[in-house]
């Protein structure tokens, strides 16, 4: 069977099916206002989030530190460090063995245990974390963020012992290696900034931030270790690093101290990653939270709240697109969601005009909710022409204005060994690819008081480690190139 060209067939799609296209994202389309927020964890015009588009944003606000990271002496400059501080606040144990060791799902309805402020709950996370008390970090999330992160962090911690990157004594609930202390920690609570009823953003002023890395103590397997220290200690050679902050001295040269953003869940306080992200982020553009939000609306199923997102991505209506998205885990797309919509408004955002004429969706129960999996999918364009997408297996049916082609596993695999370099042997490339075509393309759906939602948080991730499934770990090793 031959391959569909990929540039031909998109230009024949472009050109006939739609003239105007897609709509465009709001954070990357030309003509944005000056000084338009690119905000991380909220909705594209498909309603999941950009990581590209998040990590340019924050690449100079809040650099995420990685497990084994070493710092090769202070650095330079306030922004620099603040920019450590923030990145080490809003990471939580990202920054503390990599992210996926903290869950202990047993203990799942403790996250319902809040602070009684908001520089309480502040606190007892960063005391949590200079304790080791990993659970009781996770435990200080806003609920909604720490069930998503918590199921995702699991599964890749699972998958990655698994395939031989972590060792088999690494303890989900005591990931070594990376330590952080806080000590002192000192907020103005009297400078506290009240964004809405929910959510406040707390002021730390003081205190000591230490960040510890020894790479030889760090959980991985023997040979996935060598290779990581040979690589991380190439220039220095050094494999422990310490490095201290003082909070004052920070604040005093960026002029303001470091926010956290924290939310009250049924009379508690918790510290919120997602709404921190989004403050800084404000902030850094001197602009405020909207002063309304935009409520959740969800569907009666997960079928209808897929059909729904999909044809409103297609009428480039953000505002419903933000309606449909989990008002727990996504709260915060709510709360600045007017604030996007007025971006997208005024760089003149305009409806494709492409109607969804049919969807049908395959509905598999996943950790935190539905998958929602589309095998079939028909859109109608303003021009009359049709496009329809009919899954069959691994293949799909693809007919385009008269034109019919069936696409399989293994064409697909063609095309990306022809236009992409791949690590993967062919053998394995067909393989994943087939996999992943017969597992298609779909969204994990939440239920939240009755009403379903469409998760972008749950949905990339899933995406994210289907791959990782379906390797083994000679295959896994093979790709990196390890041998």
């Known amino acids: 069977m031959t391959a569909v060209s990929t540039p031909e067939y998109g230009h024949h799609y472009g050109q006939q099916f739609g003239q105007q296209g897609p709509p465009q994202n709001p954070h990357h389309a ?13 909705p594209g015009p498909y309603g999941y989030p950009d990581p590209g588009q998040q990590q340019a944003s924050f690449a100079h606000t809040a650099p995420v530190p990685q497990p084994g990271y070493v710092t090769p002496g202070p650095p330079e400059g306030g922004r620099r460090k603040r920019g450590l501080i923030v990145g080490l606040v809003i990471a939580l144990v990202l920054a503390v063995g990599g992210g996926a060791t903290w869950w202990v799902l047993s203990e799942r ?8 402020t908001p520089e309480d709950a502040a606190t007892r996370l960063l005391t949590a974390l200079g304790d080791g008390d990993l659970l009781g970090a996770a435990n200080s999330l806003a609920p909604g963020e720490a069930a998503v992160l918590g199921d995702q962090l699991q599964e ?10 972590l060792s088999e004594d690494a303890d989900a609930s005591a990931f070594s290696g990376i330590s952080f202390t806080a000590e002192n920690l000192r907020f103005d609570t009297a400078a506290a900034e009240q964004v809405n009823d ?10 000591t931030f230490t960040l510890d890395a020894d790479l030889d103590q760090l959980p991985l397997s023997p040979e996935y270790r060598d290779a990581f220290i040979a690589a991380a200690t190439e220039d220095s050679g050094q494999t422990a690093a310490r490095e201290t902050v003082d909070i004052a001295t920070l604040v005093k040269q960026s002029g303001s101290p470091i926010r956290i953003a924290t939310v009250n869940v049924d009379g508690g ?6 709404y921190t992200l989004v403050d800084n982020a404000l902030a850094e553009e001197g ?8 409520p959740a609306r969800g569907a009666d199923s997960p079928d209808e709240a897929v059909r729904d997102i999909v044809q409103a991505a297609l009428n480039a209506d953000l505002n419903r697109v933000i309606e449909l998205l989990p008002p727990d885990e996504m709260a915060v797309a709510h ?3 007017p604030l ?9 955002a305009r409806r494709s005009g492409v109607q969804l004429l049919d969807l049908q969706t395959e509905d598999t129960p996943v950790t935190g909710g539905t998958l929602a999996t589309i095998t079939k999918l028909e859109l109608a364009a303003p021009n009359g022409s049709t496009l329809s997408v009919s899954k069959d297996g691994d293949c799909y049916d693809v007919g385009f204005s008269g034109r019919s082609e069936r696409l399989c596993g293994a064409d697909l695999a063609a095309m990306l060994a022809q236009n992409a370099e791949m690590d993967a042997s062919p053998e394995v490339l067909e393989r994943l690819t087939r996999v992943l075509a017969d597992q298609g393309i779909g969204m994990i759906t939440t239920e939240v008081d009755g009403k379903h939602y469409v998760s972008p948080l749950r949905t990339l991730g899933d995406l994210g480690m289907r791959m990782y499934r379906e390797l083994s770990p000679e295959e896994f090793r093979a790709m990196l190139e390890f041998d």
């Open 156 to 165: 890749a911690f699972t998958e990655f012992t698994r395939l031989g990157v």
């Open 287 to 294: 602009m405020s939270w909207p002063s309304s939000s935009i």
């Open 198 to 207: 929910r959510v406040t953003i707390a002021k730390l002023t003081g205190g």
């Open 335 to 337: 709360d600045v969601g």
């Open 340 to 348: 996007l919509v007025q971006t997208l408004a005024a760089q003149g």
């Open 269 to 274: 306080w918790h510290p919120s990653l997602l």
């Open 109 to 116: 309805e403790s996250v319902a245990s809040g602070a009684s």
């Open 30 to 42: 030309p003509g944005a206002p000056a000084g338009a927020p690119q905000v991380p964890g909220t």
